[in-house]
């Protein structure tokens, strides 16, 4: 984008951005500026990626529609995969998990014809269950959905489909047995090596390592 077309203050704040190496430093500017919609939508057109990050953290929850994450889910097109990925899980955290109205977007994307916008379904219902949170009441239906849709989705939704497989193996053992199953079954990451150190994404490795971690 030509700089020359953004608000002095946005233009400043791209110019300082530009070079930022941590997330903790977009944070604690993000904190400093609390919510702009207007700039974190102009520093979203720059197509930078610090830029980008710092837009979804300034942005304004109650402006969060569908029309926008389909406008965003377009505009991150012009990334490479990772960085789109990067930039979808940032939004999650930042903006969609944290207010009603994104979390009744994220919950009707399961079938979205966006393979983000399924990819962040799943990676909330995997979020939904960490240590110490009481597992919401759809995980029947979700491992249904898993065990008839997991094979023929795209590699990015697979990742969230089956972290949630893990999620549910690790955390509800009544159906610990029916993920570990479902990785058998599907073969997902059977083959992926890991540094030294690291949980493999294998559910009938990673479910037994995660559930002797909370017994530790």
């Given at each position: 984008m030509n700089q020359s077309k953004l608000s002095p203050r946005a233009k400043s704040l791209f110019n300082q951005v530009e070079d930022a190496t941590t997330l903790g430093a977009l944070r604690a500017l993000a904190k400093e500026i609390k919510t702009d919609h207007d700039l974190a939508m102009e520093l979203w057109s720059t197509e930078a990626m610090p830029a980008r990050q710092l837009a979804i953290l300034i942005m304004d929850k109650k402006r969060m529609s569908q029309e926008l994450v389909d406008a965003?889910?377009?505009?991150?097109?012009?990334?490479?995969?990772?960085?789109?990925?990067?930039?979808?899980?940032?939004?999650?955290?930042?903006?969609?998990?944290?207010?009603?109205?994104?979390?009744?977007?994220?919950?009707?994307?399961?079938?979205?014809?966006?393979?983000?916008?399924?990819?962040?379904?799943w990676y909330h219902q995997a979020r939904l269950r960490w240590t110490g949170q009481t597992p919401p009441a759809n995980t029947e239906e979700l491992l249904t959905s898993l065990e008839a849709r997991m094979d023929g989705e795209a590699p990015e939704v697979q990742w969230a489909m089956n972290f949630t497989a893990g999620q549910i193996g690790t955390y509800q053992p009544e159906h610990r047995s029916r993920c570990i199953a479902l990785g058998e079954k599907t073969g997902l990451y059977r083959d992926e090596v890991v540094a030294k150190g690291c949980t493999p994404n294998y559910l009938p490795e990673f479910i037994p390592i995660q559930v002797a971690k909370l017994s530790d």
């Open positions: 965003l889910d377009r505009d991150v097109q012009v990334h490479e995969p990772d960085d789109r990925l990067r930039l979808f899980d940032w939004l999650l955290a930042n903006q969609l998990a944290t207010s009603k109205g994104g979390k009744d977007l994220l919950e009707s994307w399961e079938s979205s014809p966006s393979s983000l916008q399924r990819r962040l379904f």
